[in-house]
């Protein structure tokens, strides 16, 4: 998701069907780094 500006709270009041409906179908979420691959860079842990 990404922040287009404008009012949000029709998008945030979503998230949790939108989460829920994805975990049900199997669907893991993850960070970008994750998605990637990626290591941790100088300390940094999310």
């Given at each position: 998701?990404?922040?287009?500006?404008?009012?949000?709270?029709?998008?945030?009041?979503?998230?949790?069907?939108?989460?829920?409906?994805?975990?049900?179908?199997?669907l893991?979420?993850?960070?970008?780094?994750?998605?990637?691959?990626?290591?941790?860079?100088?300390?940094?842990?999310a």
């Open positions: 998701m990404h922040d287009g500006g404008g009012p949000r709270g029709q998008t945030v009041a979503a998230l949790p069907t939108i989460i829920r409906t994805l975990r049900g179908r199997g893991r979420l993850v960070t970008v780094r994750e998605l990637l691959g990626l290591r941790p860079v100088f300390g940094y842990r």
